[in-house]
């Protein structure tokens, strides 16, 4: 019904470019008189004014319209009798009615459910046919308003123009709106996870073991259940966890990745530098997840066999495999930004430095990296907001074990790792073990945006310099 | 009359396809300023990075021909670059400094030549460079600030001395004024024409007034061949060649 209804609007408009470019054309040439704009851009007015509003009416419509019919249905159902005793039930019977209209519910339908599947089915009815009337009616107003303007010849390319703006920033609110919601939700839950667990106990504590809370209504919660689960959401482990990953690593990735852009930026001959470059940044395009089985089933086995024959126990998912992985993921990221900044340091600086004698490795230790330097910490420090955000690698082979250890060859655990493992799997989502999901997303996504700020603001900075 | 220098030889220089230089011939005579004039694109500058070899930097460029600085021959593929550009220094035409300290820009010419072990030689060396590059009084107490916050004309003076710090016997300037004001200008000038008596300079200029000021020897290129050289003053009032008449007073470039 709605597809119809947006084909219907958007044929009737776009004839509508036609009707105005001739209109107009025509009245010029009556009257004798200058069009403001060129016809077209009557045309383009009659379009915009015709679809726009209509569509945006149909749309709140249509995200308002179930909402609605629901409360209704639930509130008949109940002056009939249905008996409910919370939301979930309630929610359960609408589903229910719903079947029983559109013929797929195949269970005993009691006179109360009959009666309000027919209401339903009224309702839904005349919801459909106040829709489609009152979009007529807009859009019959929108003509006549808009046909009106441009018979009194108004301005219309500056109107368009205006109407385009619009659009574009109603566009761009979209994404900030939408950026906004997931913070929002992510900050609600975490403050519900807050009011049930102390947030120092949360940040502080040592022990992460999410598994031992069953309670699953954080707000009936007894204080014996708390005392059993205060201490079951401790931070440290995973942020220990995370950060010696990532450690692990930068410390692949940091070297190779700069040594590679300083070979592609300074050394490579147009011709090797046309075919490696590309190649090196395919690795940017493998996806994580095959990065992580090689993780888990290449790399990790053979760190335990090669542990074993030199008498060390390695359990099979380990820190170092995973970091390991991990560093080589990152290293284009790191060697196509620092072969970009090695890039941008002026030729002059290197001319100054050959002239004086320094030689190729000189010149570029001493003069070329030191200039590009703040563009290259940028680059590093967002490798590392990768690293620590990094999910299917870490999940793979770095184990579920919240282990506190600094022994590369154990198992540990990330922030990333642990929201996967609260929130796979059927959840009751008022518990504090799902919220606390939440409240590791909060953490990790102010710790990124810290990083990123950071680095941007070195990139920013060292662009300025040499723009 | 003095010394000859720097003597070029039938000197021809490509970039790829594109012939650059053709046949140059031109002395250059020791603790004297010689100043290159010609209209943008005629090779001033391809002629003095034959002298350092800085066209060495650029890969596409192909030098023939024969450079000979007090007899050696500077093309010759077994001389060592770095000890050679350690005898020709250079000043760009846009100041350059390192993003350094001012006293690290100076310090690190000798510190590559391995010239000033200790810390006092070092600082013997940055205080000289900047007197005779008349920069010490206005930096002497801002050493360790960076050498890109001075002015245009500063940072200029700081690239000369730079380039005197490890002692060398020709200065190469590629149109050092360009990009500074007048006043700066003039300091330069008086500079230039205070190093002559040590250093044998070759200066690349746009400024025929700069050229008549500066210099004691002047060549005239166009289209890569030198036209005529000969003594500054006699180019000016009264050269042999038509086409340098007309490029001085103006009729064309």
Sequence with gaps: MNLVLIFLITIFSLSLFFYGRSKTKSISIQNNIKLNALPKFYGYYLVLWCSIPALIFLLVWSLFEPVIIKSIIIETAANQGAIFNDKNEANLIYEKIKAIHLGTFFGDIDSILKESAISYAKFLNLFTNSKIVLIFGIVIASVIYSLKKIKNNNKARDDVELILKGLLFASSLIAILTTLGIIFSLLFESIKFFSVINIFDYLFGTNWSPQRAFVSDASKITSAELEEIKDAFGFIPLIAGTSFIALIAMLVAVPIGLFSGIYMAEYASVKVRRISKPIIEILAGIPTVVYGFFAALTVGPFFRQAGESLGLTVSSESALAAGLIMGIMIIPYISSLSDDVINSVPQSLRDGSYAIGATKSETIKQVVIPAALPGIIGSVLLAVSRAIGETMIVVMAAGLAANLTINPLDSTTTITTQIVMILVGDQEFDSPKTQSAFALGLTLFIATLILNYIAQRAVKKYREKYD | ?253
């Excluded at chain 2, 010689?34 to 391809?46: Q, R, V």
């Design chain 2, 1 to 253: 009359m003095s010394n000859i220098k720097i003597k070029s030889k039938n000197l021809n220089v490509y970039y790829g396809q594109k012939q650059a230089l053709f046949d140059v011939n031109l002395d250059i005579n020791e603790k004297e300023v010689t100043a290159l004039i010609g209209p943008s694109g005629c090779g001033k500058s391809t002629f003095i990075r034959c002298i350092n070899r800085m066209n060495d930097v650029i890969d596409i460029c192909k030098v023939e021909g024969n450079i000979e600085i007090d007899g050696i021959e500077v093309n010759d593929k077994e001389l060592d670059v770095v000890s050679l550009r350690e005898r020709v220094g250079m000043v760009f035409q846009k100041p350059n400094p390192f993003p350094k300290s001012i006293y690290d820009n100076i310090s690190y010419g000798p510190k590559i030549h391995g010239k000033g072990e200790t810390k006092s030689e070092l600082d013997e060396i940055v205080e000289k460079s900047l007197r005779k590059a008349a920069l010490w009084e206005e930096v002497k107490d801002r050493l360790d600030e960076p050498g890109t916050g001075l002015s245009g004309g500063q940072q200029q003076r700081l690239c000369i001395a730079r380039a005197i710090s490890v002692n060398p016997e020709v200065i190469l300037m590629d149109e050092p004024c360009s990009a500074l004001d007048p006043i700066a200008t003039a300091k330069i000038e008086e500079l230039i024409d205070e190093l002559k008596k040590t250093y044998t300079i070759v200066i690349v200029t746009h400024s025929m007034a700069q050229a008549v000021r500066v210099s004691q020897k002047t060549g005239f290129f166009h289209l890569g061949k030198v036209i005529e050289v000969g003594k500054t003053e006699k180019i000016f009032k009264n050269p042999d060649n038509k086409m340098t008449q007309d490029y001085i007073t103006g009729r064309f470039g």
